[in-house]
C-alpha cells in the first residue's frame, strides 16, 4: 500500500515562497507519476502540476505556470512543489497524488491518480 504526506505548508505573505514536499512510501517511489492539486474553500479540487516517473516531464496548470517548479528526487523517494511569488488566490489545501503508470505519463486528471495524501494549508496574505 502507497502512503503519501505532504509537509511544507504555512501562512505567508504575497510575494513569498514555499516548499511543498510528499513523502511517499510502500512501493518503488520511481514507478510513479507524482501530481499535486489544491482545493480552496467552497471550490473544487483543481489540478496543479505533475512530473513524469523520471521527472523529465513536468506540466502545470495556467495559473502557476513560471511561478510553480514541481520535482523529484527518487532516491529520497520524495516529491517537491516549489511555490515562488505567491498569491492570495493560491491559497489553498495542497495535495500530493500517486499512480503507477509508464514512465513518460504526466496525468492532470485527479481520477487518473490512485493515492492521495492528507493534504497541507497554504494560506497567503496580501
Known amino acids: 500500500q502507497v502512503q503519501l504526506v505532504e509537509s511544507g505548508g504555512g501562512l505567508v505573505q504575497a510575494g513569498d515562497s514555499l516548499r511543498l514536499s510528499c513523502a511517499h512510501s510502500g512501493y518503488r517511489f520511481s514507478n510513479y507519476v507524482m501530481g499535486w492539486f489544491r482545493q480552496a474553500p467552497g471550490q473544487d479540487r483543481e489540478f496543479v502540476s505533475a512530473?513524469?516517473?523520471?521527472?523529465?516531464?513536468?506540466k502545470y496548470a495556467d495559473s502557476v505556470k513560471g511561478r510553480f517548479i514541481v520535482s523529484r528526487d527518487n532516491t529520497k523517494n520524495t516529491a517537491f512543489l516549489q511555490m515562488n511569488n505567491l498569491k492570495p488566490e493560491d491559497t489553498a489545501v495542497y495535495y500530493c497524488?500517486?499512480?503507477?503508470?509508464?514512465?513518460?505519463?504526466?496525468?492532470?486528471?485527479?481520477?487518473?491518480?490512485?493515492?492521495w495524501g492528507q493534504g497541507t494549508q497554504v494560506t497567503v496574505s496580501t
Open positions: 497524488a500517486a499512480d503507477f503508470a509508464p514512465t513518460t505519463a504526466v496525468h492532470i486528471t485527479q481520477g487518473e491518480y490512485d493515492y
Open positions: 512530473i513524469s516517473r523520471t521527472g523529465s516531464i513536468a
